[in-house]
């Protein structure tokens, strides 16, 4: 039988094993470049199967929140190389994933300070986190103004210069944020995107950002390098689609033929209930549209997993188990898990921002036998 810890593949890359590192967002990156503190964290976790890394700007437009990183300026690379290769010399894989906040950001962290762009001028009942006297504090967004037709293939431009950028900087790959209530996910949903263009109104129109975004990277750096992470009924950020089932199959489909290392989908609510009674959904029928489609890749779930939850799963079929806020405490998770270790727990007052505690100085097994 398949376990966990076996090694396991997804497209081009060969992992050590079936657990996953969750992008998680940390806010440890001044001007958007990842401090040497960046590289000691996910070297740390590198006995992951696949490092994702935290969400990365793929322009200052696509940012959202205080001192997050970008992949837009040779300094940020620069900064993702020194990443790269403290993972790879530590004997891990890492992926980038690649973000643009489109209405979920303010007009402080834009350029010019002007209005954040989205599918349509709705604002989100949402808040971003920004950083007043030292300290982070939550903050309403900003209201947007809708994107110009003719703007969008710049902005498709972008996350393909991203990608070639994440190769440069030493990345084994990079994961397209598709979810959670950001740009890709607001032309999905009819809760944000209300556009009369080809970009909107009819499922086709809704879906055709995110895959001219996959096909655009794929084109530059190949199916096989290229992950997509979706959150079909995620109320994050304000995220409403009135009929998520068929919206998410086309999706699918039209993902099916590019041969995806991997396909990442939240179940439920974004950190918090796995199932919504008000929002259901059928993953598994998702899965089986996207291999019915031919699809390839690896099929990574992810949600509030534990080991448990983790081994059903995998004999249920997924291939890959993402860990979000396990990753934040437990530098050695896949020790621990294989062990039966107990965990860590993560300090919530310091998930966003400051420095290496809550950070880096989370013991693994072999710092408490020491100590
Ligand atoms: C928590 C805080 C800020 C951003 C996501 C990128 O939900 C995020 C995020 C999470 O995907």
Same mark, same amino acid.
């Given at each position: 039988?398949?376990?966990?810890?076996?090694?396991? *593949?997804?497209?081009?890359? +060969?992992?050590?094993?079936?657990?996953?590192?969750?992008?998680?967002?940390?806010? $440890?990156?001044?001007?958007?470049?990842?401090?040497?503190?960046?590289?000691?964290?996910?070297? +740390?976790?590198?006995?992951?199967?696949?490092?994702?890394?935290?969400?990365?700007?793929?322009?200052? +437009?696509?940012?959202?929140?205080?001192?997050?990183?970008?992949?837009?300026? %040779?300094?940020?690379?620069?900064?993702?190389?020194?990443? *790269?290769?403290?993972?790879?010399?530590?004997?891990?894989?890492?992926?980038?994933?690649?973000?643009?906040?489109?209405?979920?950001?303010?007009?402080?962290?834009?350029?010019?300070?002007?209005?954040?762009?989205? %599918?349509?001028?709705?604002?989100?009942?949402?808040?971003?986190?920004?950083?007043?006297?030292?300290?982070?504090?939550?903050?309403?967004?900003?209201?947007? =103004?809708?994107?110009? *037709?003719?703007?969008?293939?710049?902005?498709?431009?972008?996350?393909?210069?991203?990608?070639?950028?994440?190769?440069?900087?030493?990345?084994?790959?990079?994961?397209?944020?598709?979810?959670?209530?950001?740009?890709?996910?607001?032309?999905?949903?009819?809760?944000?995107?209300?556009?009369?263009?080809?970009?909107?109104?009819?499922?086709?129109?809704?879906?055709?950002?995110?895959?001219?975004?996959?096909?655009?990277?794929? /084109?530059?750096?190949? /199916?096989? $390098?290229?992950?997509?992470?979706?959150? %079909? &009924?995620?109320?994050?950020?304000?995220? !409403? @689609?009135? #009929?998520?089932?068929?919206?998410?199959?086309?999706?699918? =489909?039209?993902? !099916?033929?590019?041969?995806?290392?991997?396909?990442?989908?939240? @179940?439920?609510?974004?950190?918090?209930?796995?199932?919504?009674?008000?929002?259901?959904?059928?993953?598994?029928?998702?899965?089986?549209?996207?291999?019915?489609?031919?699809?390839?890749?690896?099929?990574? &779930?992810?949600?509030?997993?534990?080991?448990?939850?983790?081994? +059903?799963?995998?004999?249920?079929?997924?291939?890959? &188990?993402?860990?979000?806020?396990?990753?934040?405490?437990?530098?050695?998770? &896949?020790?621990?898990?294989? @062990?039966?270790?107990?965990?860590?727990?993560?300090? =919530?007052? *310091?998930?966003?921002?400051?420095?290496?505690?809550?950070?880096?100085?989370? %013991?693994?097994?072999? #710092?408490?036998? !020491?100590?």
């Amino acid at each position: 039988m398949t376990t966990l810890f076996d090694p396991s *593949t997804a497209g081009d890359l +060969q992992l050590a094993n079936r657990i996953v590192m969750a992008p998680l967002t940390r806010n $440890r990156s001044p001007d958007a470049v990842p401090p040497e503190l960046v590289a000691t964290y996910y070297a +740390q976790r590198a006995s992951a199967g696949l490092l994702i890394t935290e969400a990365t700007a793929i322009t200052q +437009q696509g940012q959202g929140y205080a001192d997050v990183p970008g992949l837009y300026a %040779p300094a940020q690379i620069a900064g993702w190389k020194r990443v *790269t290769e403290a993972v790879h010399a530590a004997g891990g894989r890492i992926v980038v994933q690649l973000w643009h906040v489109g209405r979920i950001s303010h007009t402080d962290l834009q350029p010019g300070n002007a209005a954040p762009v989205a %599918p349509s001028a709705i604002p989100a009942k949402a808040k971003t986190v920004l950083f007043r006297d030292g300290k982070a504090v939550f903050i309403e967004t900003s209201a947007p =103004r809708a994107l110009e *037709t003719a703007e969008i293939p710049g902005i498709v431009d972008d996350y393909r210069r991203a990608a070639v950028a994440a190769i440069e900087a030493g990345f084994d790959g990079v994961e397209i944020h598709g979810a959670n209530g950001y740009l890709i996910d607001q032309f999905l949903k009819t809760g944000s995107n209300q556009r009369t263009d080809m970009y909107g109104g009819s499922i086709e129109n809704r879906a055709r950002f995110l895959l001219e975004v996959t096909q655009a990277i794929v /084109g530059a750096i190949g /199916g096989g $390098r290229t992950g997509i992470r979706l959150s %079909p &009924v995620t109320p994050a950020n304000d995220a !409403a @689609e009135e #009929d998520p089932a068929p919206l998410f199959a086309h999706v699918a =489909r039209g993902l !099916a033929p590019l041969g995806l290392a991997y396909v990442h989908v939240i @179940e439920g609510s974004t950190g918090g209930p796995r199932v919504l009674p008000e929002r259901p959904f059928d993953y598994a029928a998702l899965k089986a549209a996207y291999r019915a489609a031919g699809g390839r890749g690896a099929w990574m &779930v992810n949600n509030g997993y534990d080991k448990a939850m983790a081994e +059903q799963a995998v004999a249920d079929g997924a291939d890959l &188990v993402a860990f979000g806020r396990p990753y934040i405490a437990n530098p050695d998770l &896949v020790r621990r898990l294989r @062990e039966n270790a107990p965990l860590n727990t993560p300090d =919530r007052a *310091t998930f966003y921002g400051g420095g290496a505690a809550g950070y880096t100085d989370y %013991p693994s097994l072999e #710092d408490a036998a !020491a100590a």
